[in-house]
């Protein structure tokens, strides 16, 4: 048995395996510019921030529904359980999702189908911090939050994450203060590039 594990930093987008990315863009009848899942693993050898970056959007296209958020985070669920995690702390980022036309409420809904389970299913306790996206303005994070108001419940703090570079914290001062206040914990990605 596995040294039980807690993973307190985990991207759910980041955990697309090949084989799900195929299955999922055959399902939603998106064309990946991959041969095959060996062509689309030799990319997740990635170089820097920016090419893993480019990666993982490129990934997103292929998660449309709510199932496709519940496979993606119980494959993942799975996959950690066998390697022992017991906790997983899961970030997501809706606005790169609500940019090409998927809820909130569908990428929410979807993962809580797989965590809300988790632990009677993998015997793994889960929470949900949605992050919002450096390189995009405070605005729209400021608008994700609002979105974000219904699934509360489900979600106990917020993130910044993506490209670094020329986008500090202090830009997003205000969202940050208005996620205090409805009660979600703040945190934030620093010194990735």
């Not at 036309?101 to 306790?125: D, F, M, N, Q």
Request: net charge negative; proline share 4%; aromatic share 8%.
């Amino acid at each position: 048995m596995p040294l039980p594990k807690a993973e307190l930093h985990l991207h759910i987008e980041g955990t697309l395996e090949p084989e799900l990315a195929f299955a999922l863009a055959a399902r939603n009848g998106v064309a990946l510019p991959y041969a095959d899942t060996e062509e689309l693993r030799e990319a997740y050898r990635f170089a820097d921030l920016q090419s893993f970056l480019n990666l993982y959007y490129e990934l997103m296209a292929v998660l449309r529904t709510e199932r496709d958020f519940e496979e993606l985070a119980d494959a993942y669920l799975a996959r950690a359980a066998a390697q022992g995690v017991r906790h997983a702390e899961i970030f997501f980022d809706p606005q790169a999702h609500m940019a090409r036309g998927v809820g909130i409420g569908t990428v929410v809904e979807g993962l809580w189908r797989a965590l809300g389970r988790s632990e009677e299913t993998h015997g793994v306790s889960t929470r949900l911090i949605m992050c919002f996206l450096r390189d995009e303005s405070a605005e729209s994070a400021m608008e994700t939050l609002e979105a974000a108001k219904p699934y509360l419940d489900r979600i106990v703090g917020v993130g910044l994450d993506s490209a670094e570079v020329g986008h500090p914290p202090a830009k997003f001062r205000e969202v940050y203060a208005a996620a205090a206040a409805l009660g979600l914990r703040r945190v934030a990605h620093a010194g990735e590039e």
